[in-house]
């Protein structure tokens, strides 16, 4: 999923989204490393989703994946 949203880049941009995962600025409070961009898209997808796993599963389902 990383690689789709950015090539798995930690530094990539698109506007708002920041990061290997393309993350809102806004979540991530300043703090672009690496280590936070992990800890905060592990949160969001657990949140959202249950897990990387559902999280696939949900992209797939809709055709993202």
Request: glycine share 16%; aromatic share 18%.
């Amino acid at each position: 999923m990383a690689g789709r949203e950015s090539g798995g880049n930690y530094g990539a941009q698109n506007g708002q989204y920041v990061g290997k995962y393309q993350l809102s600025a806004s979540y991530l409070n300043g703090d672009y490393s690496a280590a936070n961009q992990e800890r905060v898209a592990d949160n969001y997808v657990t949140s959202r989703y249950g897990s990387w796993s559902g999280a696939q599963s949900f992209w797939q389902s809709h055709g993202w994946y």
